[in-house]
């Protein structure tokens, strides 16, 4: 039977538990659920120990935050930690970029989300922090419906991101919030001993045979039950009320006409389903210009802008009401710029229902005749709102089909700090590796587009298209596996390619949605499921955003794209050392004959030791710091063994002081208590020295000369206690000890070790550290508490 306090502690977990499943919808998979059931689990565990012990309400809670801060620390940053559990500078560091990718990546995606690493620290402190707290209020304070309140904020952020229909998550919250309120009363009333059997019996008849009194308990239930009930089915019952937490906030992306947001979207799973379907289902038909003009003609939906390290997501951007004619393009300034105005026609099928509309890039003006389409200003998007799709839609666009030379992208000027800053920014953890690589296939190139022809040409060149490679959306170090297997399909390739391209100071961003299709008889483009497409889009000033084509045997590579005839850019093959793994020792370029470069950084770096690529390795492989990993996991070791120990050689120190010089009669009682209570025999204050030392004698099955011994200390006790005059008592030390020897002859060998290595006598240190914790904090509230009647006497 669990007692009082267990029960409220298992009502605790349980509520918490019951509202943690309502973050559940918001992601792609359980199994952070799982971890989050251990850690709430560990949680209440420390809490029962805690109050067992008992330590200060203070002190427990405190433990309980000190125990889930080495279990993420555990989890999270073990490599970063001292030891791999205590967080140090590095480990903590290591969390704040793991919160600022989660929280950029709460941002980004759309539900369900992948669970990235940074996501999954926050999910996991999240439901510790309210176990915590729960855990906390209901059980250490004794005080649940204020519990109630971190639960609610748990529930409350779950549902204002699902937005969705939550009535069985709402009704777990509920039902585990209830069973906690009435957990508390039942523990409440079970102070009041048995409840009357008068109370509660049914009117008119409290004495009836067979009748049975209605207890409070059950009374509870049913009203809160009831009340539970009401909540969940009373929207339903009554259309007209709206607005609850259980409301949704419509279905578009958007949030009506005019100053809304448009909602992160993430089409990669959609794009590689597309492109392994059986059938090439026909989306859309389009018609543009001349036959060359059509058949080069790509339709994009959605512009992917933010990088986590692992995925290209599209940002919250505000969105207004189509303008009648666009604004120009951001960057597109050069006066002798080529540029065509296309008129096109888009007929999209019916089936094809989605709430991006595929345009070509940049368009000038969308004719589109329903009003819940919204433009998107920063990636030049359409949006629909309130539930508006492509499904069965005909449009017009006008294009600008720009064609800049290569010599127009070279001369290309410097872009606006702010783009610059958003379009260049990549997280912590992007892999060193792939900014080496990106270094040293484009170390010949001059410019930024130089740099970026280099790049295609890398992937182009050097890589296979294949559809049936997955694209892990959890591991940060995908693109140094693609980058080593050398196939994928285009979001592999645009993913790489934009984020190099980041990492070498050039804006990029993913732009997705269908190469130009299959021409048809009577002169239309017909787009369809296999024509599904990504590619990155770089910044040049002057030309503005720019297509470039990486994917082998995929769409059209543009003629600007393929360099300057006099460009120094080689082509790049197989062969050449420069674009091999840099993992590969056989390929590597010869080391620098530098004296200061450390030989790691030689091998890794084609370039022969470039500060840029050198800075970060130098600090990896200095022979001189002596704080290595090894160093750190002895220190942790010694920490560890430090605390397993100091309760032995706590115990040890105190019954040396105890019984040297000539114990005195109440030092040897207190020795002689607390060795039989390591020994199995816990004290009991009640008893007389004469009864305790009988009980000793029992139960720890002492011989006639060690029972003598303990039958002396007792004397010597009560001469101590209750004679005016005391005489003398010498000898206590050795009849101390001798009792000590009985007690370990009698015990087996588990419970000598355990007497010796872990006394439970040593619990009293926590009790004196709990009490001074107790008695300080109390002077110090009697302190304010006087402090402030003082300023209220003052006039």
């Known amino acids: 039977m669990l007692?009082?306090?267990?029960?409220?502690?298992?009502?605790?977990?349980?509520?918490?538990?019951?509202?943690?499943?309502?973050?559940?919808?918001?992601?792609?998979?359980?199994?952070?659920?799982?971890?989050?059931?251990?850690?709430?689990?560990?949680?209440?565990?420390?809490?029962?120990?805690?109050?067992?012990?008992?330590?200060?309400?203070?002190?427990?809670?405190?433990?309980?935050?000190?125990?889930?801060v080495v279990l993420l620390t555990l989890m999270f940053a073990a490599d970063q930690a001292i030891g791999g559990?205590?967080?140090?500078?590095?480990?903590?560091?290591?969390?704040?970029d793991l919160y600022r990718t989660g929280g950029q990546g709460v941002q980004d995606y759309a539900i369900p989300a992948p669970v990235t690493e940074g996501i999954r620290l926050m999910l996991l402190s999240g439901v510790a922090a309210v176990a915590v707290c729960v855990d906390a209020l209901a059980v250490t304070y004794?005080?649940?419906?204020?519990?109630?309140?971190?639960?609610?904020?748990?529930?409350?952020?779950?549902?204002?991101?699902?937005?969705?229909?939550?009535?069985?998550?709402?009704?777990?919250?509920?039902?585990?919030?209830?069973?906690l309120l009435l957990a508390e009363g039942r523990e409440r009333l079970s102070q009041w001993g048995r409840v009357f059997a008068g109370l509660g019996t049914r009117p008119g008849r409290p004495y009836e045979s067979g009748s049975q009194p209605v207890t409070p308990m059950r009374t509870g239930r049913r009203i809160g039950g009831l009340v539970l009930g009401l909540a969940l089915f009373a929207p339903a019952i009554m259309p007209s009320l709206s607005g609850g937490l259980l409301d949704g906030a419509g279905t578009g992306p958007g949030q009506g006409p005019g100053g809304g947001l448009v909602n992160s979207v993430n089409p990669v799973v959609a794009l590689q389903q597309n492109l392994n379907q059986p059938d090439n289902r026909e989306v859309l038909r389009y018609k543009a210009g001349d036959k060359k003009q059509s058949q080069s003609l790509y339709l994009r939906f959605v512009a992917l802008d933010r990088f986590d390290g692992v995925m290209w997501t599209a940002g919250k951007r505000r969105i207004e009401p189509i303008p009648k004619q666009l604004p120009r393009p951001q960057g597109m300034t050069l006066e002798d710029l080529a540029v065509d105005v296309l008129d096109v026609k888009v007929e999209?099928?019916?089936?094809?229902?989605?709430?991006?509309?595929?345009?070509?890039?940049?368009?000038?003006?969308?004719?589109v005749d329903d009003k819940d389409w919204q433009f998107e200003p920063e990636g030049r998007m359409v949006v629909g709102t309130d539930g508006e799709d492509t499904g069965g839609t005909d449009y017009r666009l006008k294009v600008y089909d720009v064609q800049p030379t290569a010599e127009?992208?070279?001369?290309?000027?410097?872009?606006?700090?702010?783009?610059?800053?958003?379009?260049?920014?990549?997280?912590?953890?992007?892999?060193?590796?792939?900014?080496?690589?990106?270094?040293?296939?484009?170390?010949?190139?001059?410019?930024?587009?130089?740099?970026?022809?280099?790049?295609?040409?890398?992937?182009?060149?050097?890589?296979?298209?294949?559809?049936?490679?997955?694209?892990?959306?959890?591991?940060?170090?995908?693109?140094?596996?693609?980058?080593?297997?050398r196939k994928g399909f285009c979001v592999h390739f645009s993913f790489a390619m934009a984020a190099m391209a980041r990492s070498l100071d050039i804006p990029a961003r993913i732009a997705v949605g269908f190469t130009p299709g299959d021409p048809t008889a009577d002169g239309e483009m017909s787009v369809g499921l296999k024509d599904a497409h990504a590619w990155p889009e770089l910044y040049f000033e002057g030309v503005g955003w720019t297509r470039f084509e990486p994917t082998p045997t995929r769409g059209s590579v543009p003629s600007y794209s393929l360099g300057q005839s006099s460009s120094s850019v080689p082509r790049q093959n197989p062969d050449d050392p420069a674009v091999q793994p840099s993992t590969s020792e056989s390929a590597a370029p010869a080391p620098s004959s530098s004296s200061n470069c450390p030989e790691s950084v030689r091998r890794l770096d084609p370039a022969g030791c470039a500060d840029t690529l050198a800075g970060p390795l130098a600090d990896e492989s200095d022979d001189d710091s002596w704080f290595t990993p090894a160093v750190q996991g002895l220190l942790a070791l010694a920490v560890v063994v430090a605390l397993l120990t100091a309760p032995a050689l706590w115990r040890r120190r105190l019954c040396r002081l105890r019984l040297a010089r000539?114990?005195?009669?109440?030092?040897?009682?207190?020795?002689?208590?607390?060795?039989?209570?390591?020994?199995?025999i816990p004290p009991d204050d009640a008893l007389t020295p004469r009864t305790a030392v009988a009980r000793l004698v029992r139960l720890g099955s002492l011989d006639t000369e060690a029972a003598a011994a303990a039958e002396r200390v007792a004397s010597a006790v009560e001469h101590v206690l209750f004679a005016p005059s005391p005489p003398p008592t010498p000898g206590l030390t050795a009849d101390v000890r001798r009792v000590l020897?009985?007690?370990?002859?009698?015990?087996?060998?588990?419970?000598?070790?355990?007497?010796?290595?872990?006394?439970?006598?040593?619990?009293?240190?926590?009790?004196?550290?709990?009490?001074?914790?107790?008695?300080?904090?109390?002077?110090?509230?009697?302190?304010?508490?006087?402090?402030?009647?003082?300023l209220r006497r003052t006039p």
């Open 662 to 680: 000539g114990a005195p009669a109440l030092a040897a009682w207190a020795e002689l208590g607390d060795s039989a209570w390591d020994y199995g």
């Open 741 to 790: 020897a009985g007690l370990a002859s009698a015990a087996s060998r588990s419970t000598r070790l355990r007497a010796r290595l872990a006394p439970r006598s040593s619990v009293q240190v926590f009790w004196a550290w709990s009490q001074a914790w107790t008695t300080r904090t109390q002077r110090w509230s009697d302190s304010l508490r006087e402090a402030s009647l003082r």
């Open 348 to 367: 999209a099928e019916d089936w094809y229902e989605q709430s991006w509309l595929p345009m070509s890039y940049p368009v000038a003006s969308v004719d």
């Open 85 to 96: 559990l205590i967080p140090g500078p590095e480990a903590i560091r290591e969390f704040g």
């Open 3 to 68: 007692s009082g306090r267990g029960r409220m502690a298992l009502a605790a977990w349980t509520a918490t538990m019951l509202t943690a499943a309502a973050l559940l919808p918001l992601t792609d998979s359980a199994g952070w659920f799982f971890q989050a059931v251990f850690l709430v689990t560990v949680i209440t565990g420390a809490g029962l120990v805690g109050r067992r012990v008992p330590l200060a309400r203070p002190l427990t809670v405190l433990g309980q935050l000190v125990l889930t």
């Open 142 to 179: 004794r005080s649940a419906a204020p519990a109630g309140l971190p639960l609610l904020a748990m529930y409350s952020v779950a549902a204002g991101i699902n937005q969705g229909n939550g009535e069985l998550l709402f009704f777990l919250a509920g039902a585990g919030y209830l069973m």
């Open 408 to 485: 127009q992208l070279a001369s290309a000027g410097a872009p606006p700090s702010d783009l610059r800053a958003e379009y260049t920014q990549l997280p912590p953890r992007f892999p060193a590796e792939a900014r080496r690589k990106a270094a040293a296939v484009t170390k010949n190139a001059p410019t930024a587009y130089d740099k970026a022809v280099a790049l295609q040409k890398f992937f182009q060149n050097n890589f296979t298209y294949e559809t049936d490679v997955d694209v892990d959306r959890n591991d940060p170090d995908a693109i140094l596996d693609f980058l080593k297997d």
